[in-house]
């Protein structure tokens, strides 16, 4: 087990490594001229010669690539992450204020997913080809195709239409305001957890219709055991297996639907301070969110890589 | 001669009538879905001559209106025609989806068959590789390189592209690990064929199904990152208009949002990615018969 664990975390340790480069490959050489990407063409014409070079000098873009790739990984490694070129917050401080609430997003959707979707995956598996069956069939067909963020616009519309409802838009932490936060976080993480669900209850039904014919299944019931019992107790363990790794790959789903959800709900989280990067052009906090956003990735896959080796030893003796 | 080639004529017609038949029957639903999928095709095609207005014709007579008779979709808030603008939102949605995922799906397909051929050092460097490619959040990774290429549709087809190069490596590599081993290919390559003729002429034309099943399931996954992109303003720059960048305009239209201008264009996104998720589900059963009823 614990060599599994050292060896998932080598691998992940490369994958972040391999990772930085690639964002430091698309946000620093891919642009061709940083200032450019930073003016915008117009703004970068109006630029004299000496001003351009003083830029390039003040923002350490004239050092060798490997130099200036060296230099961002060891501020990262230092936990500074640099200044917005337009705000007087740092990207930590940002981290820190926002953060908090993208990830009780991102727990409570998970949540919300595991709630809705295992329920109708059951139904479905039980009784599969009934009236129940098609319809959430239906609804997670339909949930699969509809954008996260659209979902969203359209609550945020019917609250304000017909309650003069509308939550708030300063941040508030869940320990200072629990309320006030929980109206912060429930609208985004109710649009990606049925985003989630969708997918969790089509692998689910899938998962669990092939467990239940199964031997130890059949062995079960022909002991005389209660059919729920059979259920809840043999079968879904086993079909939740597949479940768990599929809530990893969504994690994927949560961080990158976020942005444009929180944008939708004007929810002052971490997804927010990205779309207000990419809308700035504001390349150095956005290479360090990319970059954060796929370590995250990768550390949650990891933690779900483990969870499944500790619950199943076929993997974990591998 | 007329009289062998004659009857022949009608009889391949009612084979191919047949085949269309057939696939209504065994499959009403993906088959309906076809045909909505191949409408909204049409009126892509087809936009300047169906929008009743030209889509970036501002009307400062009727700004932000309600759904009418003259304007079925409502206007905007300068006045243009909601309805022509869904319209024509349909050909960047659809012009960006094909072009991302036939680019993508075709580079990462062509990657996973030399990955799968050659297999050895070159395979592994690639699978690094594409492991860190799907270590980003696609529509994270596909915003870095839209705002970094500067926006635009060109940029937009290549970012939403790049993400879609690890599936069609993958896939198509493990296709290609298993054909590799085949009595076929052996006794190809003991005839004496090369490397290029075992790949291409061997091995590539049994690639083209999974390849056809991964390029329409990617199809409404790519309408969706576009979407999201115009949403977040690394898209397809305004006054051009797609769903996304609509539903952006309408955000900062005020502070509550006109209900058509939010309404129709995510209306137009839903029915699309439907529509191609249901044909894309509806050609892996007719293509891939162990997959049938699996899902």
């Known amino acids: 087990m614990y060599s599994y664990i050292a060896r998932r975390l080598a691998f992940g340790a490369l994958t972040v490594i391999g990772v930085s480069i690639m964002v430091f490959v698309i946000m620093r050489i891919l642009p061709g001229d940083p200032l450019v990407a930073i003016f915008g063409m117009e703004g970068f014409t109006k630029l004299t010669e000496a001003q351009r070079a003083a830029y390039m000098r003040d923002l350490g873009l004239s050092d060798p690539l490997w130099v200036q790739y060296l230099a961002w990984a060891k501020s990262i490694v230092q936990g500074d992450w640099g200044h917005s070129f337009f705000r007087a917050e740092s990207v930590a401080d940002m981290l820190m204020r926002r953060g908090p609430i993208t990830a009780e997003i991102a727990l409570l959707s998970v949540i919300i997913s595991w709630l809705v979707g295992i ?22 067909i339909l949930f699969l195709a509809v954008p996260g963020f659209w979902v969203g616009m359209l609550i945020v519309l019917g609250l304000l239409f017909w309650f003069g409802y509308r939550a708030p838009l300063t941040g508030s932490s869940l ?6 936060n929980f109206e912060l976080v429930i609208g985004p993480a109710v649009v990606l957890g049925l985003g989630q669900a969708a997918y969790i209850a089509r692998m689910g039904r899938s998962a669990l219709l092939e467990v239940i014919r199964e031997d130890y299944v059949r062995t079960a019931r022909a002991k005389g055991l209660n059919g729920r019992l059979v259920i809840a107790w043999h079968a879904l363990p086993n079909a939740l297996l597949p479940v768990i790794t599929l809530s990893g790959v969504l994690m994927g ?8 959800v929180e944008r939708a709900f004007a929810t002052p989280g971490l997804g927010f301070a990205m779309y207000i990067a990419v809308s700035e052009r504001d390349i150095f906090v956005m290479q360090n969110l990319v970059f954060l956003y796929a370590a995250v990735f990768v550390a949650l896959n990891i933690a779900i890589d483990v969870t499944i080796a500790f619950l199943d030893p076929r993997i974990r003796l591998r | 001669m007329t009289a062998i080639t004659q009857p022949l004529a009608p009889s391949r017609l009612r084979t191919a009538w047949h085949g269309i038949a057939s696939v ?15 409408l909204i095709v049409a009126m892509a095609v087809a936009a300047p001559a169906i929008a009743p207005y030209p889509p970036l014709k501002a009307d400062f007579r009727a700004m932000q209106k309600p759904p009418s008779e003259k304007h079925w979709f409502g206007t905007d808030q300068v006045g243009r025609d909601t309805l022509s603008r869904v319209i024509h939102g349909s050909r960047t949605s659809l012009t960006v989806a094909f072009g991302a995922v036939l680019f993508g799906t075709t580079v990462g397909a062509l990657w996973g068959l030399a990955c799968g051929y050659f297999g050895g050092r070159f395979d592994m460097a690639s699978q690094r590789a594409i492991e860190f490619l799907q270590s980003f959040p696609d529509l994270i990774l596909a915003m870095a390189i839209a705002m970094a290429l500067g926006g635009g549709l060109a940029t937009v087809i290549v970012a939403i592209a790049i993400t879609r190069i690890p599936f069609g490596g993958r896939v198509i590599r493990s296709v290609v690990l298993s054909l590799k081993e085949m009595q076929y290919v052996e006794a190809a390559r003991g005839i004496g064929a090369g490397h290029a003729r075992l790949m291409f002429r061997h091995i590539l034309p049994q690639c083209v199904a999974p390849y056809l099943i991964l390029a329409t399931t990617h199809l409404g996954v790519a309408i969706v990152i576009e979407a999201s992109l115009g949403f977040l303003g690394v898209g397809i720059p305004p006054p051009e208009p797609t ?5 952006s305009d309408a955000l900062n239209a005020g502070l509550v949002p006109p209900w058509w201008l939010v309404l129709f264009p995510g209306v137009a996104i839903t029915l ?3 529509a191609f998720n249901l044909l894309g589900d509806g050609i892996r059963d007719l293509l891939d018969p162990r997959l049938r009823g699996s899902v």
């Open chain 2, 24 to 38: 209504f029957r065994r499959a009403p639903l993906s088959a309906f879905w076809g045909i909505v999928a191949a």
């Open chain 1, 253 to 260: 789903l949560v961080l990158a639907g976020s942005v444009p």
């Open chain 2, 272 to 274: 699309t990615v439907l």
């Open chain 1, 119 to 140: 329920p109708v995956a059951i139904v479905s598996a039980l009784k599969p080809n009934t009236a129940a069956d098609s319809a959430a069939r239906f609804l997670s």
């Open chain 1, 175 to 180: 320990f200072a305001d629990p309320m006030a």
């Open chain 2, 243 to 247: 769903w996304g960048n609509m539903l």
